[in-house]
C-alpha cells in the first residue's frame, strides 16, 4: 500500500522545537534531547531575525511560537544562568537572544509582541489561523488547497496503533508521533466566523432594528457630518452605563409592546395590550391621542417615511394603517391565520410575522401612489417556519431577515432568494427579541431562559452565550456592547468582548418589553409592563 502523499516532513510543533526556544531556562531537557550535549552554535535560537527568516524561506523550517512570547518573563532570551553553548562559525559565542531593532530590550520586546497579538489585524485574521489549524483546511482537499498537508503521523487518527502486530514497528510509530510533532484535534468542519471586533464606522444609519442605507453618494461635507455623527455614536456606546432616567409617564391601561417616534423628537408613538395606539407630545409632555382599533393587544409599532402614517400589529390578525394628518384609520391588512407578532418596514415592503408560523413579505404601494384612498397590498414571499413567530428584523440593508420562534430557535433568511440560510436551536424557551449587527456579520439573540446569544450570519455557529439570571426581554446594541431590558424592570450593560454585565440601571417597576433609541443613540425611550414609558439621557 503506497504512503499517503505529504507536503512537510516536519511539523510546526514537537518538543524539539520548543526546547529549541527554551534552552536558557530549560539545559536540561535539551541535553536529554541531544544525548547529552548541546545542539549546533549555529543552529540554536540565536536571533530573532533569523529564526524569522529560516521559517519565512526555509523549506523545512515550519517553528510556531510559543506561548512565553507573549509573557512577561524574558528569561528565555537571556543567558543569565551562563550557559556554554557554543561559538559559532563566525566565531561569535552563543550568549542572550539577538533581538531586531525595533525592540529596546527584552521586555520591550515581549510588550509590543502582546501588542500585536492583541491588535486589530490580528483580530481581523484570527479565523484564518483557526482554519488552518483547528479548523476545515486542516485535513482534506481544503488543506491542499492551502499547502497545509503534513505527515499522516501528525493527525488524530491517522494510524490505528492496535493493528499493528510488531512490537518493534509499533514503538518506531509511537516515537516518531510523540517526537515529531502532533496536529490538534480537529474542532470545527466549517469556516470559523471572525471575531467581533469594534468598529468606529456603521454600516447603519440608526440604531433601531429597521435600519436604512442611503443609495445616493454623499458630498464631502455629508461625509464630514457623517463622520462626525458615527463618532458621536461611538462616544455615546462607550459611555451608554452612565444612562439617567430623565422623565417617566404611565399612559397605557396595561403592557406597553411598542415604540415609534417622528424625526423631529416631538411625537412618540406607543402600542400597548390594551389594544390602544397612544400618541404622546414630547414637548408639551401630554398624550395628544387614543386609537383603538379593536378589542385585541397591539403588539409593536411603526413609522412609515415621511411620518404620515403609523402602521401597528395586532392580536386579531391585522396590520392596521393610521393616518396622522386625517387621524383616522387608513387601511387595514388582514394577512394572517393567527395573531402578529411583529412588524418591520423598508422601502415599500412590509414584513409581518406572525404566531401562525408564518412570516410574510409584501409590496405596499401607499395610498398616494395609486391614485386611491387605500394601500396595495401583493405578497411577495411566505417565510413558513414549524412554530409561532415572536420577533422578527432586518439587516442594514434589508437583504437579510432573522426570525425567532416560540420553541427557541433563531432563523436567517435571504430575502433576495427568500431562502433559509441558517436554522439555530440556540434558546430553551421563546426567543424574545433578536437583531443584526451593524455590518450584518452576527445576529444577537435574547430569550426566555436568559440567554444572550450571538451567532455568525455565515456559518450559522453559536459564537458567544451568555446567560443571566432573568429574560432579557429586548435589547439594542452595537456589535460590541448591549443595552437590555430585563424581565425584572433593570436595564443592563452588556460587554460582549469581555462576556460580562459591566452595568445595572433601575428601571421600570416590571418587565422592560420594548426600547427605542435616537440616531445620535443619545436618547432612549422605554415601554414596559407596569404601563410606564421612561425617557433616558446620557450624561457624560
Not at 529560516?54 to 523545512?60: F, R, Y
Not at 481581523?124 to 492551502?146: C, P, R, T
Not at 409593536?300 to 390578525?317: E, F, H, K
Not at 443592563?492 to 428601571?507: A, M
Request: aromatic fraction near 10%.
Amino acid at each position: 500500500m503506497p504512503e499517503p502523499k505529504f507536503m512537510y516532513g516536519s511539523h510546526y510543533s514537537s518538543p524539539g522545537y520548543v526546547l529549541f526556544y527554551l534552552v536558557r531556562i530549560a539545559p536540561e531537557y535539551m541535553l536529554c534531547l541531544q544525548n547529552g550535549r548541546f545542539d549546533n552554535a549555529d543552529r540554536m535560537f540565536n536571533s530573532i531575525a533569523e529564526t524569522w527568516k529560516n521559517c519565512l524561506d526555509g523549506a523545512t523550517d515550519f517553528k510556531e511560537l510559543i506561548p512565553e512570547f507573549y509573557g512577561d518573563d524574558v528569561s528565555f532570551l537571556v543567558n543569565n544562568l551562563k550557559l556554554d553553548l557554543g561559538k559559532r562559525q563566525g566565531g561569535q559565542m552563543v550568549d542572550d537572544v539577538e533581538l531586531p531593532s525595533w525592540a529596546q530590550s527584552p521586555e520591550d520586546f515581549l510588550q509590543k509582541s502582546k501588542d500585536a497579538l492583541e491588535s486589530n489585524y490580528v483580530s481581523e485574521h484570527l479565523h484564518e489561523w483557526i482554519d488552518l489549524i483547528f479548523g476545515y483546511k486542516q485535513k482534506g482537499s481544503e488543506a491542499v488547497g492551502a499547502h497545509n498537508v503534513f505527515h499522516p503521523l501528525t493527525y488524530e487518527g491517522g494510524v490505528d496503533l492496535n493493528s499493528i502486530e510488531d512490537p518493534d514497528e509499533k514503538v518506531a510509530m509511537l516515537t516518531q508521533i510523540l517526537e515529531f510533532g502532533q496536529t490538534p484535534k480537529q474542532l470545527f468542519v466549517t469556516p470559523h466566523p471572525r471575531r467581533i471586533t469594534p468598529k468606529f464606522k456603521s454600516l447603519s444609519q440608526t440604531s433601531s432594528h429597521n435600519a436604512s442605507i442611503a443609495d445616493s453618494p454623499v458630498s464631502p461635507a455629508e461625509e464630514s457630518f457623517e463622520d462626525l455623527t458615527e463618532e458621536s455614536k461611538t462616544l455615546a456606546w462607550n459611555n451608554i452605563a452612565k444612562l439617567q432616567l430623565h422623565e417617566q409617564h404611565k399612559i397605557h391601561k396595561e403592557t406597553v409592546t411598542g415604540i415609534a417616534v417622528s424625526c423631529n423628537g416631538s411625537s412618540v408613538f406607543t402600542t400597548s395590550q390594551d389594544s390602544t395606539l397612544k400618541m404622546f407630545s414630547k414637548q408639551s409632555k401630554m398624550l395628544q391621542r387614543s386609537i383603538s382599533f379593536s378589542n385585541m393587544a397591539l403588539s409593536s409599532c411603526l413609522l412609515l417615511p415621511g411620518d404620515a402614517t403609523v402602521i401597528s400589529s395586532s392580536w386579531d390578525n391585522n396590520v392596521y394603517f393610521y393616518s396622522i394628518a386625517f387621524g383616522r384609520r387608513q387601511d387595514t391588512l388582514m394577512g394572517h391565520d393567527d395573531a402578529v407578532s411583529k412588524i418591520c418596514w423598508h422601502d415599500n415592503r412590509l414584513y409581518s410575522a406572525s404566531w401562525d408560523s408564518t412570516v410574510k413579505v409584501w409590496s405596499a404601494v401607499p395610498a398616494e401612489m395609486t391614485g386611491t384612498k387605500r394601500h396595495q397590498f401583493d405578497m411577495l414571499a411566505e417565510l413558513e417556519h414549524d412554530v409561532s413567530v415572536d420577533t422578527i428584523s432586518l439587516n442594514a440593508a434589508s437583504t437579510l431577515l432573522v426570525s425567532g420562534t416560540k420553541e427557541g430557535t433563531v432563523n436567517i433568511w435571504d430575502l433576495t432568494t427568500a431562502t433559509l440560510l441558517q436554522q439555530v436551536p440556540c434558546h430553551s424557551g421563546t426567543v424574545c427579541d433578536t437583531a443584526f449587527s451593524p455590518d450584518s456579520r452576527h445576529v444577537l439573540s435574547t430569550g426566555e431562559d436568559g440567554c444572550v446569544n450571538v451567532i455568525d450570519v455565515q456559518t450559522g455557529m453559536l459564537i458567544s452565550s451568555m446567560t443571566s439570571d432573568e429574560p432579557q426581554r429586548c435589547f439594542l446594541w452595537d456589535g460590541n456592547t448591549v443595552l437590555s431590558g430585563s424581565q425584572s424592570g433593570e436595564l443592563l450593560v452588556w460587554d460582549l468582548l469581555g462576556g460580562k454585565i459591566t452595568e445595572r440601571i433601575q428601571g421600570h417597576a416590571g418587565a422592560v418589553t420594548c426600547i427605542w433609541m435616537n440616531e445620535q443613540c443619545s436618547s432612549i425611550i422605554t415601554g414596559g409592563e407596569d404601563r410606564q414609558i421612561m425617557f433616558w439621557k446620557l450624561q457624560y
